[in-house]
């Protein structure tokens, strides 16, 4: 049995995430190069500002300004940078404590090489030539000459808003690849595609057929094994109208998203219904696959293009009433 | 209150890469099958199923309703599900039949750790402010926590790879386990770093994988196993998600935990420890003095199926009962950056 199919997929998405308060003005203040810490009651300074208190719960009594100067209190080395990471060249990872403040911050430190980081060494912040109010508005901390001071945190004055700060949120892309296989009954299923059959398999327990193929009867639960190749002919068991446009989308508004119950199969699947108008769909419609031309096959189910009705006269509404 | 009892435990091999889904159907459903042959339930015995996975880790929404077409659920079944290592979800179950909502219940959980970069992976359970955007990823993290323990002598790199030794050398009794045999100690040391202070063996491996835990109320658990692992203390605490708030090098979340779950006098600690100094960390923190047999499965050094590799913990525990080779142990859980979030089960014969 060859292997089951797999293919590269990568997901991105920008999620826009609310600041707060506490966090809009950290966020601002990056992005005028300079870093905030909150005070809480008992004086200690968190870095990167605390919304609230860890061990009290209360909000900071106030934000106050840190560094930009710190010391690094322990670090590990990046020879390989991942995508995403702040430097593309080989980097430490460290836990900073900046000048006038308790906690640490993580960030990159762009050192050349690993020989030159030691706990204890002095770093300063390198700002990105286009702040955008995001912690990556310190593109790294690089080595700094000097010795640790223990330097008081200033109160910070308000900062001047940066261009789209008012709205109090930060975009964040998100983008992860994936190598996504396909079940070996998916692959069979998909392959059977790309020669233009339709193949589902039978529950060796309850004798359903199911189609797509699922690897295991949601029903009884065991493997599903023998398979089964369908016509491709089948009922319209429900449908909607789709009215509402998306991106993306390939069939002009509006158009009919059907559940087929394939003759023989036992779940029906979902498919577009084309060659009539949207008001003429109804239930126990009967309808035929529309394929795309052979030269087009892949595996893949696009290979049917749509269903289109067939003109027999309706299935019964018993023959189909149990899969609604 | 009535007492509650792991009375099966099975576990998918632990690979560095399978051909399956990341929907974990293909590796569930012989594990479900080994637990229930174990017992000779049916899956219409299960009152209620909760699982732990990722929709992150298997680059797909709502994996976890996929993986339970591995359950057979028509009728429908009571079921539900932690994004969480599948520890978390025997909690929720034993909280079920706790409480008598069910009689017995199945927990699972399943990872395909190989379809994405892990270390990527595991970057999005940061904070997503001003933490994610950076992509510091899962061993970079790690090896910051290390460093500092280094530095303070809590720990040496020698013995960290005696951790690491250890695990192999126990796994070998494992059949399931990823990585074992006998390592020597010079050896490992003389590797190169990874991510500085951090060598190969003082991680995890990459593992797809999966394991499920049947438990039963008392008058179940004496039919369905002939000696029950009977649940004394089921504990979870959780510490900052802020790295630079906290001292890395305890974990307060897990010293509770063992703490509230009373984990004193056990013979076996089965610890999901992913990095070698978080094993002694996590000794430190549970008082588990140099009588306890450490994590006689090899650990998650020896495999690391992600939302699984904990729960299997606990499973290993309950069979070191079963089988008579402990009177007391405990099942430990992790998740989170560093040792951030720990959950402990207390587990003992009668």
């Known amino acids: 049995m060859p292997p089951p199919l797999s293919a590269p997929l990568e997901i991105s998405f920008d999620y826009t995430r609310s600041l707060g308060p506490v966090l809009a003005r950290f966020m601002q203040s990056l992005a005028q190069r300079r870093i905030l810490g909150s005070r809480s009651a008992d004086g200690r300074v968190h870095v990167p500002p605390a919304e609230y208190d860890p061990v009290t719960f209360a909000p900071p009594q106030e934000l106050v300004e840190v560094g930009p100067a710190g010391t690094v209190l322990t670090w590990s080395w990046q020879p390989a940078p991942l995508e995403g990471q702040p430097l593309a060249r080989p980097f430490a990872w460290a836990l900073i404590q900046l000048d006038g403040a308790d906690t640490a911050l993580l960030h990159a430190v762009d050192a050349g090489s690993a020989a030159v980081l030691r706990t204890g060494m002095r770093v300063t912040p390198r700002w990105a030539a286009e702040p955008a109010g995001r912690i990556t508005d310190i593109e790294c901390f690089e080595p700094a000459a000097g010795t640790a001071t223990r330097v008081a945190a200033r109160a910070a004055t308000e900062p001047v808003p940066v261009p789209g700060a008012e709205t109090g949120t930060m975009i964040a892309p998100i983008s992860l690849r994936y190598t996504h296989s396909a079940s070996a009954e998916e692959s069979r299923y998909l392959r059977a595609l790309a020669e233009g059959k339709i193949i589902g398999q039978r529950c060796p327990s309850c004798g359903k057929v199911y189609v797509p193929p699922r690897g295991a009867c949601p029903t009884c639960g065991v493997p599903t094994a023998t398979d089964v190749e369908l016509p491709d002919t089948g009922t319209v068991t429900t449908f909607c109208v789709v009215n509402v446009p998306f991106q993306g989308q390939r069939v002009p508004v509006p158009y009919v998203a059907a559940s087929v119950l394939l003759d023989g199969a036992d779940i029906p699947f979902q498919h577009l219904i084309l060659g009539c108008a949207p008001e003429d769909v109804r239930m126990g419609m009967r309808v035929r696959a529309a394929w795309k031309p052979p030269e087009q096959w892949g595996t893949t189910a696009e290979n049917i293009d749509h269903f289109e009705p067939t003109g027999e006269p309706d299935a019964p509404y018993d023959s189909y009433a149990h899969h609604l | 209150m009535r007492d509650v009892a792991v009375v099966a435990f099975a576990e998918a091999p632990s690979v560095r890469r399978t051909d399956g889904t990341t929907n974990g159907v293909e590796m569930l459903v012989p594990v479900f099958r080994e637990a229930f042959d174990q017992t000779g339930l049916t899956k219409n015995d299960i009152g209620f199923w909760c699982s732990g996975s990722s929709d992150y880790l298997a680059g797909r929404a709502f994996s976890f309703v996929s993986a339970v077409d591995a359950i057979g659920a028509f009728p429908p079944v009571m079921e539900s599900h932690v994004e969480m290592d599948g520890a978390w979800a025997l909690y929720e179950a034993w909280v079920k039949v706790l409480t008598g909502d069910a009689d017995i219940a199945l927990a699972y959980g399943f990872g395909k750790s190989s379809a ?34 280094l530095e303070k002598n809590l720990w040496t790199e020698r013995a960290m790879a005696q951790v690491a030794a250890a695990s192999r050398s126990a796994a ?77 090098t305890t974990a307060p979340s897990a010293a509770a935990a063992g703490s509230a779950a009373d984990a004193s006098g056990v013979d076996v600690a089965e610890l999901h420890a992913p990095f070698t100094h978080q094993e002694l960390i996590l000794r ?12 006689p499965s090899g650990g998650a050094l020896a495999g690391n199926p992600m939302f699984a590799a904990g729960l299997a913990r606990i499973g290993h525990a309950a069979r070191a009962i079963s089988s008579g080779g402990a009177a007391r142990a405990l099942g430990h859980a992790t998740s989170g950056p560093a040792l951030q979030q720990n959950l402990v089960c207390v587990l003992e014969g009668r």
Not at chain 2, 180 to 204: F, N, Q, T
Not at chain 2, 212 to 239: M, N
Not at chain 2, 284 to 295: F, P, Q, T
């Open chain 2, 116 to 149: 994405g970069d892990l270390r990527r992976v595991l970057a999005l359970q940061l904070d997503p402010y001003v933490l994610a955007p950076l992509w510091p990823d899962s061993v970079s993290i790690a090896a910051l926590q290390a460093r500092l323990g």
């Open chain 2, 172 to 248: 070998l009794s494992n059949p399931r386990a990823q990585l074992s045999g006998s390592a020597d100690v010079d050896e490992l040391l003389a590797a190169p770093y990874i991510a500085e202070p951090l060598r190969a063996h003082d991680c995890a491996p990459v593992t797809d994988g999966a394991a499920a835990v049947i438990i039963a109320a008392e008058d179940q658990s004496r039919e369905l196993c002939e000696r029950p692992a009977w649940i004394t203390g089921f504990e979870h605490r959780i510490d900052s998600g802020s790295l630079g708030w906290r001292d890395l």
């Open chain 2, 284 to 295: 430190a923190a549970l008082g588990l003095g140099d009588a306890v047999r450490i994590s």
